[in-house]
């Protein structure tokens, strides 16, 4: 029993966030998952995270700085295979998606789709700028993190990495409770011709 309250008090915010996510999606996969041909691999998966957690935590009882800042933001990592994994899940409840609905409201509120009317002010330099900002961003994470923590200030990055787990899990759930694939996939009848760039729209 004491060993088990050591371990736990080794337990971080972090940990029980990723830990409930992987044992709540594991019951409702076996569970509502039935359909999706990549169940096996997206039970494997979660299953697969939940032991990485567990060996982090437990290399927290060693002494060595490494150790002791890769188990404090490995977090960023699982979010390669929780990202990947969550477009098998979408179809979880659903076989379809629910775009027709949010367009729907789209007409019933807008003259004409935001997403199309905001396609006369394209230009080149445009579509680089938001490409760079959509690239840079995910190195910007583990970035702003690491520096958090190699600045005395590991308490500002876990709440960091805790907020952007919430926000990402929650997005997920909602994901596979009303699926949508949005203007890209729905609407390219709609689009002109593909969007024009440089170096970051090659990237």
């Not at 029993?1 to 337990?11: E, F, G, P």
């Not at 060996?55 to 990947?84: A, V």
């Not at 949508?180 to 969007?195: E, K, N, Q, S, W």
């Amino acid at each position: 029993m004491a060993d088990i309250k050591k371990q736990l008090s080794k337990l971080m915010f972090i940990d029980a966030i990723c830990l409930i996510y992987c044992l709540f999606m594991l019951i409702i996969i076996s569970l509502f998952g039935g359909k999706l041909p990549e169940q096996l691999f997206i039970l494997s998966t979660y299953f697969g995270c939940v032991v990485g957690i567990i060996i982090c935590i437990y290399l927290r009882r060693f002494d060595n700085p490494i150790l002791k800042y890769l188990t404090s933001i490995y977090p960023l990592i699982l979010l390669i295979p929780f990202y990947e994994i969550a477009g098998y899940q979408v179809h979880l409840f659903f076989n379809g998606f629910f775009d027709n609905f949010l367009l729907t409201i789209e007409n019933a509120i807008f003259p004409v789709h935001p997403v199309i009317w905001f396609e006369r002010f394209y230009h080149p330099l445009i579509t680089e700028w938001m490409m760079m900002g959509y690239s840079l961003y995910l190195f910007l994470i583990p970035i702003t993190a690491s520096w958090l923590y190699f600045t005395s200030k590991k308490n500002e990055s876990q709440f960091m990495i805790s907020s952007l787990l919430l926000s990402l899990f929650s997005c997920y759930i909602i994901f596979s409770i009303f699926p949508v694939a949005g203007p890209r996939l729905i609407m390219t009848d709609l689009f002109g011709p593909p969007l024009e760039g440089y170096i970051f729209r090659a990237f």
